[in-house]
């Protein structure tokens, strides 16, 4: 039976894998899509991409994007994440944000963009995104969602604290919308979010730059939720000694945590010493900082090279009996080319460095030249 | 033409003998200057550029294959071959060309990327990259070194002993004009060098052979038995195979024309091997700035050229986006002019002439086109006769007393 089944639906993916090498065959050295992606780049079957549908800003330096995601889309559970890659400047970059919506009945998905100070991607994406702009999708991940509620169990009462820090508020978001539509008609109360009582801890710089302030007071007013709004220049800057006195029922609560490093480490240790159940989201990993040399490591081959910082990769990489792939070795012929999963270089000719982060870099990494370029901290390269 | 280093012996100006070492490393300065110039304003509007032209090459080739399904009507075949003519040389030239130079890696878009890119070529751009990437552009215009001097197969430089099989190479170099990317295919795997050698059973060898091959058979099935084959609802088999043919040809020539304009026209310098021992950064640029010549025109011609038009500013910077090439020119222009450098420039017709020319004079033994005229014609056809079919005693007597007689009627004019 089993069989039989597996059978019936390989069929069809066997005669479409035929389909694609015979169309192949007339487009070679392209593949068809490059040539359907000019029609239909949200088509079913091609590279996930989004169309932005609108942009609405939120306070001065954050904004929405409506995105209409192409027709692979597999959808998402509120608090989840979709990584996005915008060209910034030419460059492709990859940034992960929170979805901040439930699914949609359109089919559209969201996210909310804070304009980083000094940043690279979101100012980018918060000041510059129009309407038709193409975005690169992948699809939506993430652990930070709220448990699924058995349907076996009696329904009991889900008593939840969200503490939210600045932009952490979007994955937050995302759960409450999807909890507590908003309608014309003011917040509905659906049965299925009847059992939650929820109470939400929101840090933040100042109040105008509180992201979805209003959407959480109108939630507040409704009596979906209880905020406790928190801004550093009004109340000072969180202790969380004080978090019995701001949420007294902070022992029968779940929490659920998002925002900066800091803020997750102090609660997970808070948390930790009174064993209390803690779920939390981080959206940046610790910030790399470029250094004289480094150790570069092949994760392939095995070997971590130490190399200075005065030096070519590519050299010190043969010095140590590394195969490494090489060509003019000044720099032009883009033979000795590898991607860099994280680490640091630095371009022995202008001293420019090139960064990659693990989830923010594209999948594949960077790629770099070995020929020119020197290690500026701990390196992996995918060799 | 004679090497740089060989000049002075007899008696040309070495262009470069005014140059001491502070002026190569100020040229030098100014040069990388001009690069880090570039790639400070690299951005949004460079990505726009390849993404364009793109997207206007696939239009333009899916539009005339659609066009080409009903080759039968002549129309349709005009329009079609020509459509598809400009899509391949578009694709080849400003396109994959450049790709394969990493010039837009730096948008780190997988798609437009020198590893990832394959072309519509005989080779196989992993082939290619090593071939011209590494050996052509490190190596350029040193003889000996650089294949794509002649690529092996002609005779490109006065100091080359003559031999009676050069008095084919115009032909040899129209065949290879004709059936051009099969030619670099060829040279791209040093075919002749690993059978004069005997290493075609080499693993190496093998790999890249077969790699070759299958590229070809791939290339051949699309352009003349796929689309043929679509077409053959409208009873087109036969008219679009012959399009399709035409469009290769007509690729190949105008690839062979732009290609031989960037190194093979009057004017243009050539080096000796021992003369890139130890060669500093400066005195690779210099290399680069005499081994070069730029077709001057209009922008389209820069566009069809691959911006090879910009052949000096394309191999001082090889990896610099090719739509910079135009706006660094006034300023490379200018440097050549104050260091008093011959910046080699001419429209296209005057260098695809100067670069046959040469082929032309070069197959013939020293000297003798420049000293043949209508009159003494019938002396130099049979001293001509009498070098190619006497024994090589014969040719260097009969080229020293033409070296000879050359150098007194200099010496008369003066």
Known sequence: MLGCMSTTLAQPRRWRTRALKLAETATTPLVPADFLDLFAPLRAGAELRGRVESVHPETADAATLVIRPGADWRGHVPGQYVRIGVDVDGVRCWRAYSLTHGPRADGRISVTVKAVPDGHVSPYLVRHTRPGTLLHLEQATGEFVLPVPSSVEPVETRKLLFITAGSGITPVIGMLRNLFPSTDSGVLRLPRSAAYDITVLHVAPSEPESIFLDDLRRLEAAGSIRLVARYDDQHGLLDLADLDTLVPDLADRTTFACGPGGLLDAVTTHHEQRDLPLYTEQFRVTALVAGEGGTVTFDRAGVTVDCDGGRPILEQAEDAGVLMPSGCRMGICYQCVLPMREGVVRDLRSGELTIAVPGETGADGVRIQTCINAAAGPCHLDH | ?414
Not at chain 2, 51 to 64: H, P
Not at chain 2, 319 to 341: H, Q, V, W
Request: glycine share 6%; aromatic share 8%.
């Open chain 2, 1 to 414: 033409m004679t090497t740089i280093q060989k000049k002075p012996a007899i008696g040309q100006v070495n262009p470069i003998a005014h140059l001491d070492a502070e002026d190569l490393e100020l040229i030098a300065k100014e040069l990388d200057d001009i690069r880090q110039s570039v790639i400070d304003t690299r951005g949004e509007r460079d990505a726009r550029y390849i993404r364009r032209v793109i997207k206007t090459q696939r239009s333009i080739e899916l539009g005339s294959r659609v066009v080409l399904l009903a080759s039968l009507f002549p129309p349709a075949w005009v329009v079609g071959t020509a459509g598809l003519s400009v899509a391949k040389i578009l694709e080849n030239m400003e396109i994959g060309h450049n790709i394969l130079h990493g010039q837009w890696d730096w948008m780190r878009d997988p798609k437009i990327h020198s590893t990832t890119w394959e072309w519509d070529s005989a080779t196989p751009a992993e082939q290619w990259k090593h071939a011209h990437n590494e050996l052509h552009h490190n190596f350029t215009n040193v003889i000996g070194k650089d294949n794509d001097l002649g690529y092996g197969i002609m005779r490109v430089d006065e100091d080359q002993p003559w031999h009676p099989m050069h008095l084919g190479q115009p032909m040899w170099n129209f065949i290879n004009a004709l059936f051009f990317e099969y030619g670099i295919a060829a040279y791209d795997l040093e075919f002749r060098g690993a059978i004069a050698r005997g290493t075609t059973k080499d693993p190496k060898f093998k790999r890249e052979f077969k790699a070759v091959r299958d590229k070809i058979k791939r290339q051949v099935t699309k352009d003349y038995v796929v689309h043929p084959a679509l077409s053959m609802v409208t009873g087109s088999f036969l008219t679009t195979m012959a399009a399709n043919f035409t469009a290769n040809t007509v690729r190949n020539l105008w690839s062979h024309s732009v290609i031989m304009c960037g190194h093979f026209p009057e004017g243009v310098q050539t080096f000796e091997k021992r003369s890139i021992d130890g060669e500093s950064k400066p005195e690779w640029y210099v290399r680069q700035m005499l081994g070069s010549a730029n077709i001057s025109g209009s922008k389209l011609m820069h566009i069809m050229t691959g911006n090879l038009s910009h052949q000096i500013e394309h191999h001082l910077f090889p990896d610099l986006p090719s739509n910079r090439y135009g706006e660094i020119a006034p300023k490379i222009k200018d440097l050549f002019e104050r260091y008093g450098l011959d910046y080699c420039e001419r429209p296209l017709p005057q260098q695809v002439y100067s670069a046959w020319h040469k082929v032309v004079r070069l197959s013939l033994p020293n000297g003798w086109l420049d000293s043949t005229t209508p009159r003494n014609l019938p002396g130099q056809l049979k001293r001509l006769y009498q070098m190619s079919t006497g024994g090589p005693k014969v040719r260097r007597a009969l080229q020293a007393r033409m070296t000879q007689e050359q150098r007194r009627s200099l010496a008369r004019a003066a």
